[in-house]
């Protein structure tokens, strides 16, 4: 919205700075953040309202958080998708195909979550929608995201799946594409989800994928630099740093009330639209790949209830002591800030490796 302002350069020369993408990522942090800061408090009393009992706690679960967590309240992911909406709407070029489409996802994902974490309230238990029915609707916005992302962008990238550490080599997927790309998006959705197990431990490693992502659509974005780098070329990705500056902002604030005692939790209203934000990005940003690299921490919690699952169904025995595997180590007695900043170095040194395929080619 702000981007028409520097239409009146002529009149004030200091307005010519909303031209500047870096300029307007700035500011969509700042804004997140401010936003967050203003209303946390006063929407997490709200919440603390009409929650009488918080978020409901597995009775499976590690016997401390029927302890530590009772009471706290959930859908603290309002308060992320409210920041991270009104600074986007703010700073970002609104005629940007992408946006919507990420946007769109994003807030979709969100109220899908929001469902969820409202039939655990009112039901007091942890079980919420159920997976079919999550698995559906997540389907229809990705396949329509896609859909409208093979038609912004032309063959054979748009089909095309980008590999990490190789230049110009772009794998033709053709209809194949909406599959992979329904893998990448809901798949991200949804291990973003599993990871959401401790105070802060989910934020963190969103945030780190983002501003690696903030960086990644601003030079897929610039012909000069994806041309020097040898990059995929994404005419007007770039506008999706300022989504990303967004998240950050957003995610930095609530951090501010998330961290370790969490006054408040995200819930599925964030931690799905979190995940299917990136796998957005990373559809968009043609760096599929290169998300799975960054985001392994999810990855490595995703497949620790997969194996999990799986171990159990054919031997009627577990790997683990609990998944996702934070439960794990909770359960072998690691002190929950342990274990939640450990994991946060484990997604730092992912993200530098995933931020090395941009150079190493």
Same mark, same amino acid.
């Given at each position: @919205?702000?981007?028409?302002?520097?239409?009146?350069?002529?009149?004030?020369?200091?307005?010519? &700075?909303?031209?500047?993408? /870096?300029?307007?990522?700035?500011?969509?942090?700042?804004?997140?953040?401010?936003?967050?800061?203003?209303?946390?408090?006063?929407?997490?009393?709200?919440? +603390?309202?009409?929650?009488?009992?918080?978020?409901?706690?597995?009775?499976?679960?590690?016997?401390?958080?029927?302890? =530590?967590? +009772?009471?706290?309240?959930? @859908?603290?992911?309002?308060?992320?998708?409210?920041?991270?909406?009104?600074?986007?709407?703010?700073?970002?070029?609104?005629?940007?195909?992408? #946006?919507?489409? =990420? $946007?769109?996802? /994003?807030?979709?994902?969100?109220?899908?979550?929001?469902?969820?974490?409202?039939?655990? %309230?009112?039901?007091?238990?942890?079980?919420?929608?159920?997976?079919? /029915?999550? %698995?559906?609707?997540?389907? $229809?916005?990705?396949?329509?995201? =896609?859909?409208?992302? #093979?038609?912004?962008?032309?063959?054979?990238?748009? =089909?095309?799946?980008?590999?990490?550490? @190789?230049?110009?080599?772009?794998?033709?997927?053709?209809?194949?594409? *909406?599959?992979?790309?329904?893998?990448?998006?809901?798949?991200?959705?949804?291990?973003?989800?599993?990871?959401?197990?401790?105070?802060?431990?989910?934020?963190?490693?969103?945030?780190?994928?983002?501003?690696?992502?903030?960086?990644?659509?601003?030079?897929?974005?610039?012909?000069?630099?994806?041309?020097?780098?040898? $990059?995929?070329?994404?005419?007007?990705?770039?506008? &999706?740093?300022?989504?990303?500056?967004?998240?950050?902002?957003?995610?930095?604030?609530?951090?501010?009330?998330?961290?370790?005692?969490?006054?408040?939790?995200?819930?599925?209203?964030?931690?799905?639209?979190?995940?299917?934000?990136?796998? /957005?990005?990373?559809?968009?940003?043609?760096?599929?790949?290169?998300?799975?690299?960054?985001?392994?921490?999810?990855?490595?919690?995703?497949?620790?209830?997969?194996?999990?699952?799986? *171990?159990? +169904?054919?031997? +009627?025995?577990?790997?683990?002591? @609990?998944?996702? !595997?934070?439960?794990?180590?909770?359960?072998?007695?690691?002190?929950?800030?342990?274990?939640?900043?450990?994991?946060?170095?484990?997604?730092?040194?992912?993200?530098? !490796?995933?931020?090395?395929?941009?150079?190493?080619?």
């Amino acid at each position: @919205m702000l981007t028409y302002l520097f239409q009146f350069t002529d009149y004030l020369g200091p307005l010519n &700075l909303f031209r500047y993408l /870096t300029f307007r990522t700035m500011g969509a942090i700042l804004t997140a953040l401010l936003i967050c800061f203003l209303f946390g408090h006063r929407f997490i009393g709200w919440l +603390k309202h009409k929650q009488k009992n918080g978020q409901p706690i597995r009775l499976d679960g590690p016997e401390s958080h029927l302890i =530590t967590k +009772k009471g706290t309240p959930t @859908m603290g992911g309002v308060l992320i998708l409210f920041a991270l909406t009104v600074s986007t709407l703010l700073w970002a070029d609104l005629h940007n195909t992408y #946006i919507w489409m =990420t $946007l769109t996802v /994003t807030l979709g994902f969100g109220l899908l979550g929001m469902r969820d974490d409202y039939l655990k %309230l009112t039901k007091q238990n942890s079980k919420g929608l159920s997976g079919k /029915t999550k %698995l559906f609707f997540q389907a $229809l916005l990705s396949i329509a995201a =896609t859909y409208v992302f #093979i038609h912004t962008l032309k063959e054979p990238m748009a =089909t095309g799946l980008a590999i990490p550490f @190789m230049k110009d080599v772009l794998v033709p997927l053709d209809w194949l594409f *909406y599959p992979f790309s329904f893998c990448v998006i809901v798949g991200s959705s949804n291990a973003v989800n599993l990871t959401d197990g401790l105070d802060g431990l989910a934020i963190v490693p969103v945030m780190i994928v983002s501003a690696c992502f903030c960086l990644i659509a601003y030079l897929v974005g610039n012909a000069v630099f994806s041309n020097y780098l040898q $990059l995929h070329h994404v005419p007007n990705a770039g506008e &999706l740093a300022i989504f990303c500056g967004g998240f950050i902002g957003a995610g930095l604030g609530f951090l501010w009330f998330n961290a370790p005692p969490a006054k408040v939790f995200m819930g599925d209203t964030g931690s799905l639209a979190a995940g299917g934000a990136l796998g /957005t990005i990373a559809m968009i940003t043609k760096h599929e790949l290169v998300l799975a690299i960054m985001g392994g921490l999810f990855v490595i919690e995703a497949v620790s209830v997969i194996l999990q699952v799986g *171990y159990y +169904k054919m031997t +009627k025995k577990r790997i683990f002591l @609990m998944a996702p !595997i934070h439960h794990h180590f909770e359960k072998k007695g690691w002190p929950e800030p342990t274990i939640v900043i450990r994991f946060w170095i484990i997604a730092s040194i992912l993200a530098i !490796i995933g931020l090395s395929t941009l150079k190493l080619r």
